[in-house]
């Protein structure tokens, strides 16, 4: 912060140039020193001000060459995201996590960070007629765990009920509300968004987690995205969208009353379910590429 060489440093600590070299190291592995880089023709400033502006959240614009495949444009976000949470979460949090494609990206690149008392808990179920959805779940949380040193809570059940009372049957059992109340604390909750008729979907609808009647109704009913599995139009209503009333996340008048939510995009393929996202007031916090903040402040 200072601005001094290197060789500044070691003469005023006292130690080698090396020994600085490596301490800038593990600082920067642990989140303590954050490095960027502002390219003098990026607009990603001027975009975060707009999408503040117009939507009221606090927007983390990533710099994306246009020609780059959709992974690359991920894995940049993922970074960046990876890198914020670093200074978002504290000791002493509960945090919500959703699963999903995003997540999991994100959950590899994060950066050790050391808390004490945290606990990052799993937002909705993962199984479905195929698979219990355990280990691909618990594999994200488990990171996020690793890296924060924290604790980590799974919420063993499926992603869909088949029935509605089985669902409202479930959740007065003593295993499930307690993990509902470590929801109810939560100081923060991580997600992406999903859209039902993306290019590049969500895991949640390729995972088998969706037939075709689930489709039909998502249509008939206007969905255009959902975060941790509930569904929203893009006016950003939901209580009536049929599907919501088996699903197992959070409602989103649960989120709405989280203090900071942080939702991580990367694509175009996004914009629909982010706007609608945005409009269901559940984001205080997005991270997002160039491309795709240039089209939310265009088409929002």
């Avoid at 990876?82 to 494609?101: I, T």
């Avoid at 993962?126 to 355990?134: P, S």
């Avoid at 590049?200 to 995972?207: A, F, I, L, Q």
Wanted: glycine letters at 8%; a negative charge; proline letters at 4%.
């Amino acid at each position: 912060m200072q601005d001094k060489t290197m060789a500044a440093i070691a003469h005023e600590l006292r130690m080698s140039r090396s020994s600085v070299s490596r301490l800038l190291s593990f600082a920067r592995e642990r989140g303590i020193v954050d490095i960027r880089l502002s390219s003098p023709h990026a607009h990603g400033e001027e975009l975060e001000r707009l999408v503040d502006e117009r939507f009221g959240v606090a927007a983390h614009v990533v710099p994306v060459p246009e020609n780059v495949s959709e992974a690359d444009r991920l894995e940049r976000v993922a970074l960046t995201a990876a890198r914020l949470l670093a200074q978002f979460v504290e000791s002493n949090m509960v945090v919500g996590l959703a699963w999903g494609s995003t997540l999991s990206v994100v959950s590899r690149m994060l950066p050790k960070k050391d808390t004490h008392n945290t606990t990052f808990v799993q937002l909705n179920g993962a199984g479905n007629t195929q698979t219990t959805g355990v280990e691909y779940s618990s594999e994200i949380l488990l990171r996020f765990g690793d890296a924060f040193g924290a604790v980590v809570q799974q919420f063993p059940v499926p992603a869909f009920f088949d029935d509605p009372a089985t669902r409202d049957a479930m959740w007065r059992e003593r295993m499930t509300r307690r993990v509902l109340g470590l929801q109810a604390r939560m100081d923060m909750a991580l997600f992406s968004v999903g859209s039902p008729s993306a290019d590049v979907p969500s895991h949640v609808y390729v995972g088998g987690y969706l037939d075709e009647a689930d489709y039909a109704s998502l249509a008939e009913d206007q969905a255009v995205g959902d975060v941790a599995t509930v569904f929203f139009r893009s006016d950003g209503s939901w209580r009536d969208v049929r599907l919501n009333a088996r699903a197992t996340g959070p409602s989103i008048d649960r989120l709405r009353r989280v203090p900071r939510r942080v939702c991580i995009a990367a694509g175009q393929h996004k914009l629909r379910a982010l706007r609608g996202a945005l409009a269901a007031g559940v984001v205080t916090d997005v991270v997002l590429d160039e491309a795709l903040a240039g089209a939310l402040v265009e088409h929002g």
